[in-house]
């Protein structure tokens, strides 16, 4: 069973910087393409970025610029560096992987202040 666990989100006023972290159990972290989601209240929830196993990133327009996932294989963990936020990043922000089977981490919470 692989299991997700998101840290890092807070309350910053815009133009400040977050590190979200993910921590992942279970299976085999470095052969897994792992992505961010946020979901903001009423709002579906979107993707943020993803990386492959072999390290290719990719955003969504919204933070292209602003944020860079990453990953550590030897410590199992993902990573989003999140800089010059806006009040409009603020969301829930997941961490996940799998598309058959999906994993999801219990989210943190991201609060942007103007």
């Known amino acids: 069973q692989v299991q997700l666990v998101e840290s890092g989100g807070g309350s910053v006023q815009a133009g400040e910087s977050l590190r979200l972290s993910c921590a992942v159990s279970?299976?085999?972290?470095?052969?897994?393409?792992m992505k961010w989601f946020r979901q903001a209240p009423g709002k579906q929830r979107e993707l943020v970025a993803l990386?492959?196993?072999?390290?290719?990133?990719n955003y969504a327009d919204s933070v292209k610029g602003r944020f860079t996932i990453s990953r550590d294989n030897a410590l199992n963990t993902l990573y989003l560096q999140m800089n010059n936020l806006k009040p409009g990043d603020t969301a829930v922000y997941y961490c996940?992987?799998?598309?058959?089977?999906?994993?999801w981490g219990q989210g943190t919470q991201v609060t942007v202040t103007s």
């Open positions: 996940m992987t799998g598309i058959v089977n999906q994993y």
């Open positions: 279970g299976g085999v972290f470095s052969l897994y393409e």
């Open positions: 990386i492959t196993r072999n390290y290719s990133t």
